[in-house]
């Protein structure tokens, strides 16, 4: 079965510092792969999606890159603020999952200042 | 305003008493999905609608019913809960799947069973 594995729990880092947060999938080949942002009590909001055949991809202070060799997603926050503290899922999808969307656990990303 | 809508926010109830959360979207979403939060497990899908009168079993379907009689609402059923149900509910929406689709979820049931 599939299997989502996102890098620690949590994660505190400076504000300022870039964070890094990483995905990793097994068992299947995903067509995309999904970031969302989820604060306490709340439900996750739509950050960025990247296919399988883009390698990298931005929004604002945001990156997310893809690799299908290594299955793995990178997601990055540069210059990052006490407001980024959320907790991010990683969700690969597509392919033979249609209808279905698997989250990872998720990681608590902490800033201070 | 775009959103998905779940009532009740917060629910106690007591061990076999039927229960209903409902959840509406007015975005005409063709596809309709309900997850359940646990502490350490994260996000566990209990059963998704593709359309109208079209739904499946996610990951967690036992002791819950769904219907999609019309396309704007996904009600989730519990028609006997049991403590193991105590849990965050979150319904979510996208325009036609989960490919390629991001999904947009409701502000979460918390539903406590005694």
């Known amino acids: 079965s599939q299997k989502i594995e996102q890098n620690s729990e949590a994660l505190n880092i400076q504000e300022g510092k870039t964070a890094t947060l990483t995905c990793n999938y097994t068992?299947?080949?995903?067509?995309?792969l999904q970031w969302y942002r989820q604060d306490p009590g709340r439900g996750p909001v739509f950050l960025l999606l990247i296919r399988e055949n883009e390698k990298e991809k931005r929004k604002e202070r945001l990156k997310v890159t893809f690799d299908t060799t290594l299955k793995q997603s990178l997601f990055h926050i540069t210059a990052s603020q006490p407001a980024d503290s959320a907790t991010y899922l990683c969700a690969p999808g597509g392919g033979s999952t249609l209808g279905r969307l698997y989250f990872g656990r998720g990681t608590q990303l902490t800033v201070w200042p | 305003e775009a959103q998905v809508t779940q009532n009740p926010r917060y629910l106690i109830t007591v061990t076999g008493k039927k229960l209903t959360v409902t959840c509406s979207q007015n975005m005409n979403h063709e596809y309709m999905s309900w997850y359940r939060q646990d502490p350490g497990l994260g996000l566990r899908q209990i059963y998704y609608?593709?359309?109208?009168?079209?739904?499946d079993k996610g990951d967690v379907p036992e002791g819950y019913k769904v219907s999609r009689k019309e396309k704007r609402n996904f009600p989730l059923i519990l028609e006997s809960p049991s403590p193991n149900q105590t849990s965050l509910y979150f319904c979510a929406s996208s325009l036609r799947g989960t490919a390629n689709e991001k999904l947009f979820f409701g502000s979460g049931t918390q539903l406590s069973v005694l």
């Open positions: 609608s593709m359309n109208v009168e079209v739904t």
């Open positions: 068992n299947y080949s995903p067509a995309y």
